[in-house]
């Protein structure tokens, strides 16, 4: 058996996690109707990048390669609701690796991070070059943070939206989708038992699944795998 997973999930949730825990379930279960009526919604952020350099007004979906058993240290982190999709899937969407950096690196270390900055800066008059570095840079991503939050065990994957984009499309109002079919979907990590069955109880959800229903697990399950 390989190192790598072949289903990469992504993780929905976390300001749901803010609500009063008698309404979770129900949140969920909107979340992931809304995924599959709409698409998965991508966030547009900015992000610490190089040595206190930010990316701006960088539109994504992050999606973890870890195994199943590992689900709910990045559930915690991200959401608790986890839509695994294949990784051939993800890589004909644009999808690819990210690329980690120390958060700080000892001096003549630093060959990856100073070129990709250089590239970057001496880029300025020329429009094209400079916009391709910044999509390179919305690649990487530190191995930890200040606090010592470990990202490097994730294996994250990126698609990253750019000028053109066919598959994560701007749907109105600064709303960015990435679209779908219900049988692309090849994992659903549900946060409860409870989520779980009054989202199969669901009817839109229970048709979208019927055809082709994913592996479904919860993440008191995932400890098992």
Same mark, same amino acid.
Request: proline share 3%.
């Given at each position: ?44 952020? *900015? ?9 701006? @007004? #960088? %539109? ?6 870890? !195994? =199943? ?86 294996? *994250? ?9 066919? @598959? #994560? %499309? ?6 960015? !989708? =990435? ?47």
């Amino acid at each position: 058996m390989g190192i790598h997973s072949k289903i990469l999930v992504h993780w929905t949730g976390k300001d749901i996690e803010i609500h009063p825990e008698n309404e979770r379930s129900q949140l969920y279960v909107k979340r992931l109707k809304n995924s599959l009526q709409e698409g998965l919604y991508a966030k547009t952020t *900015e992000e610490d990048l190089i040595r206190g350099w930010k990316i701006k @007004n #960088i %539109t994504r979906l992050c999606f973890t390669e870890i !195994r =199943l058993s590992q689900a709910q240290l990045h559930a915690e982190r991200y959401g608790k609701l986890g839509l695994g999709f294949s990784r051939d899937f993800i890589m004909n969407k644009g999808g690819r690796p990210v690329i980690y950096i120390p958060f700080e690196a000892a001096a003549g270390s630093l060959l990856l991070e100073d070129s990709i900055k250089r590239v970057h800066e001496k880029s300025r008059d020329n429009n094209v070059v400079h916009e391709s570095s910044k999509w390179i840079m919305s690649h990487v991503k530190r191995m930890w943070n200040e606090a010592g939050e470990d990202f490097y065990e994730e294996m *994250e994957w990126r698609i990253v939206h750019h000028a053109n984009d066919r @598959n #994560i %499309t701007n749907v109105g109002n600064g709303v960015h !989708r =990435l679209k779908f079919e219900p049988s692309d979907i090849k994992v659903i990590i549900f946060p409860s038992e409870d989520t779980k069955r009054l989202s199969l109880e669901d009817d839109y959800i229970r048709k979208c699944l019927s055809d082709h229903l994913p592996m479904i697990a919860t993440l008191h399950d995932c400890h098992n795998f």
